[in-house]
């Protein structure tokens, strides 16, 4: 194709990616290099009998005019980044000073709040991830060796937690484990605790949202694995019968190697969609216990009255850093990859 | 063909079955409980005495005098005006449909047909842009878009979200393109048309299978949107999903929770019928990435 064609069949595409992804990486930076105004004091005497004292107070007028000349704030720099709300350079390292064991220096850590969300967001994505590419595939295969007439119900059955969307499904969950709902007041009754609630303590809302991340992306590994295991060649198979392999070895030997390059790009998918985990903590409002960087920036945009753009935008920043660093093995591979197949 | 051997009851066999059994109650169950449940009355569906309360609806015979009640149903979509944020998702759905399909149709045949070197970067930059989570780019629009005043209208959110919709599309209409064989719409150049029209009458009438998978996935992403739509909308303009986070907040305080299970019954249905007809396709669009690579 030529490169004039391509030009044009590509620009629509392009263009939409350019103006609402790459620019708005952009103004992300740009914002968050400004912090909010100050509001302009103004020092007034008032004198009295008693001689002057100066008062201060906040000019209205001269805050508002600042802040309709420069929107953005006035310039700070990367001091965004470094402050206590993000990377916490300073208070990362009087925690190392100040704390005698591992152990309380681990939960100076854990309480600054982009550490606090990273922490949840990394545990959330590297249980889910590997959990659901082991359950999702052993459903896979049982699916595949349920009767013909089974397996499309089953399959259909198996979409819905998929396709629902994760504030809806969550929500649905949230209902039965509530300590009104079906689970919930059965626990609290097995139990005999009726103050035992899922969302009192921190572990068991971190459980809990771990538990709803595996049910909703299940699906999509149990599908493409079976998708998968179509493709296993019937011959390779009887091979490895006929060479006395038992069914589990045969699992193990044949058919997890033929599905190797879907497990990698299952967990490709998995991680991409496990890292922006959100939608559950607004449904199961476990926000007390279990916050994620996705969670963090809406909560600085949700700010009543008083958005934290540059706060919000230095999340987002540290946030496609992260992604991307996660993502690098994958991309190095691709372009492996393609650069063997060119020449 | 199943021998003897292979269609023997092994312990293996059998705990798979149970596996896979358990999994289907466990994907199956919480939507038929709230589905079922969205007929009762609060006291019904959340009831802390007796969990059978909600399966026989014994405060729903006392409140309203039969097992089943509509009254959350009325409530939502009438008195919260729900089918209001129908009409809103309904309208914000279909353009994002439409407009991606048109622009991913074009960008993905070409990136299948251009073996440069720039065409593989795209893809690339695509990858990452598909991994990024999607609240990152809500909070750099925020700010341009409440200085030009296009903030809160449905439009903008369209657009917005037919961008966050180019990188998969893209990459799935890409891999779908590439299976097309390139004989088909070269030899058609051969006799003399042009690449668009060669795109326009050879390809245009044999991509519909690719198109209408890809379409359903852009119609899933739309219609589930909750973070673009929770930020960019003004609260009359509002689309199914935040509208059901929002009923949360106010219908909680006013023990009316059966509202905002009504809406969420609601919103799942439509889903429900899509699979029922297009099962086949979401699971070939599923793995339309994967088995080919």
């Given at each position: 194709m030529k490169h004039r064609t391509f030009f044009w069949f590509i620009l629509p595409t392009l263009s939409a990616m350019i103006l609402f992804i790459a620019l708005?990486?952009?103004?992300?930076?740009?914002?968050?290099?400004?912090?909010?105004?100050?509001?302009?004091?103004?020092?007034?005497?008032?004198?009295?009998p008693f001689g002057c004292t100066p008062t201060t107070s906040v000019d209205l007028e001269a805050t508002e005019k600042l802040r309709e000349e420069a929107p953005l704030g006035r310039f700070n720099g990367l001091g965004t980044y470094f402050n206590r709300s993000h990377l916490a350079i300073a208070e990362i390292g009087e925690a190392w000073a100040s704390s005698d064991s591992l152990g309380a220096f681990w939960s100076q850590i854990y309480n600054l709040p982009f550490y606090n969300a990273l922490i949840f967001t990394l545990t959330y994505t590297f249980v889910v991830t590997p959990a659901v590419l082991v359950l999702g595939l052993a459903i896979a295969v049982g699916v595949n060796n349920l009767p013909r007439a089974l397996k499309g119900p089953s399959i259909f059955v198996s979409l819905l937690p998929f396709l629902v969307t994760p504030l809806v499904g969550s929500l649905i969950l949230f209902w039965m484990v509530d300590g009104d709902g079906v689970i919930g007041a059965t626990i609290q009754k097995i139990f005999n605790d009726p103050s035992l609630s899922l969302k009192a303590s921190t572990a068991l809302t971190w459980i809990m949202l771990i538990v709803y991340g595996i049910w909703h992306t299940l699906p999509f590994s149990f599908i493409t694995f079976y998708a998968g295991l179509q493709t296993v060649p019937d011959d390779t198979l009887e091979a490895a019968q006929i060479d006395g392999a038992s069914k589990w070895q045969t699992m193990i030997h044949v058919v997890v190697p033929h599905l190797m390059p879907l497990v990698s790009f299952v967990t490709l998918m998995l991680i991409m969609d496990n890292l922006r985990v959100f939608e559950p903590i607004v449904s199961f409002s476990a926000e007390a216990h279990a916050r994620s960087l996705s969670w963090v920036i809406f909560n600085d945009l949700r700010e009543s009255g008083n958005p934290l753009y540059a706060s919000a935008g230095a999340t987002s920043l540290l946030t496609i850093i992260i992604v991307i660093f996660l993502m690098m093995p994958v991309l190095v591979r691709t372009w492996r990859d393609f650069t063997r197949k060119s020449h | 063909m199943a021998t003897k051997a292979q269609s023997r009851m092994t312990p293996l066999k059998l705990f798979s079955y149970t596996f896979v059994a358990l999994w289907l109650i466990i994907a199956a169950f919480p939507f038929f409980w709230t589905f079922w449940g969205s007929f009762k009355v609060q006291a019904d569906f959340l009831s802390k005495a007796d969990w059978r309360n909600a399966l026989y609806g014994a405060n729903t015979i006392a409140q309203t005098g039969s097992a089943f009640t509509a009254e959350a149903y009325r409530g939502a979509w009438i008195d919260e005006e729900f089918w209001f944020n129908f009409k809103n998702t309904g309208i914000v759905v279909f353009f994002t449909v439409v407009i991606s399909l048109t622009f991913g149709t074009l960008g993905g045949y070409a990136l299948a047909r251009s073996g440069f070197r720039y065409a593989f970067w795209i893809l690339m930059a695509a990858l990452v842009f598909r991994a990024m989570p999607h609240i990152t780019l809500v909070s750099g629009y925020l700010l341009p878009f409440f200085e030009w005043n296009v903030w809160g209208i449905l439009p903008t959110t369209i657009i917005v979200l037919v961008a966050i919709n180019q990188p998969f599309t893209l990459w799935m209409l890409h891999?779908?393109?590439?299976?097309?064989?390139?004989?088909?719409?070269?030899?058609?150049?051969?006799?003399?048309?042009?690449?668009?029209?060669?795109?326009?009458?050879?390809?245009?009438?044999?991509?519909?299978?690719?198109?209408?998978?890809?379409?359903?996935?852009?119609?899933?992403?739309?219609?589930?949107?909750?973070?673009?739509?929770?930020?960019?909308?003004?609260?009359?303009?509002?689309?199914?999903?935040?509208a059901i986070n929002s009923f949360m907040g106010t219908t909680q305080v006013e023990g009316k929770v059966m509202y905002a299970v009504a809406a969420v019954v609601s919103t799942v249905a439509p889903l429900f019928v899509l699979i029922l007809f297009f099962q086949r396709q979401i699971v070939s669009g599923l793995t339309a990435g994967a088995v080919k690579g």
């Open positions: 708005p990486i952009v103004s992300v930076f740009v914002q968050s290099l400004f912090v909010a105004h100050e509001q302009v004091l103004v020092v007034s005497e008032s004198c009295g | 891999s779908f393109f590439k299976n097309i064989p390139k004989d088909m719409d070269e030899s058609a150049m051969v006799d003399g048309c042009t690449r668009f029209q060669a795109f326009r009458y050879v390809i245009v009438p044999v991509m519909w299978p690719g198109v209408i998978t890809t379409g359903l996935f852009s119609f899933l992403l739309a219609y589930n949107d909750f973070t673009v739509a929770a930020m960019l909308l003004s609260e009359e303009n509002e689309t199914i999903i935040p």
